[in-house]
């Protein structure tokens, strides 16, 4: 492929407002459109919960999800903890391999955020990316140390959500 020759660079897609995954899965789907390679990582997300988990490997995506059935709310549990560090060790290993075009850490973020990481570490799987992988991170909570090793950094600011009116999360709309 002509493109192949392109340089891997590093997006963080963070903030408080909507879309963040969204963003990155729309970069997926047009790395899928140029025939690249697209492995997504989930750090938070549980296996067949979220709309787009199995549309995008339909479109071709690998995707892997490591989270519980539950959601984090203040100190996360040691079973969340183990799920996170799971992941992370994944991405290690898919971030080096030189396999993939596109590696998304969706969520990778919050997990930073509420501690069940090691920044350090993460430093490190940004600095051992294979050269030609394009990575993006997502989630909230972003520590901006990180913003240093990245190429591209997008913040989502939120200035309207419905759930400041009481209404939940939808299908298809939030997840």
Request: glycine share 10%; aromatic share 8%.
């Amino acid at each position: 492929m002509p493109w192949k020759e392109k340089l891997g660079l590093v997006h963080i897609y963070t903030g408080n407002g909507k879309g963040k995954t969204t963003a990155a899965l729309g970069l997926a789907v047009r790395m899928l459109g140029n025939d690249g390679r697209v492995m997504i990582i989930q750090f938070m997300k549980a296996p067949d919960v979220y709309g787009e988990q199995k549309k995008i490997a339909e479109c071709g995506a690998f995707i892997e999800s490591f989270g519980l059935p539950k959601f984090v709310h203040g100190k996360p549990e040691p079973d969340d903890i183990e799920a996170a560090k799971k992941a992370l060790q994944r991405a290690r290993e898919v971030v080096s391999s030189g396999e993939w075009d596109l590696v998304v850490l969706d969520e990778l973020c919050v997990a930073l955020g509420f501690g069940m990481l090691d920044i350090e570490e993460v430093k490190e799987l940004i600095k051992n990316k294979a050269p030609n992988t394009e990575l993006v991170l997502t989630g909230r909570y972003c520590p901006e140390e990180l913003f240093k090793l990245a190429d591209y950094v997008t913040e989502m600011h939120e200035i309207k959500h419905p759930y400041q009116r009481g209404i939940s999360a939808r299908r298809g709309i939030e997840f």
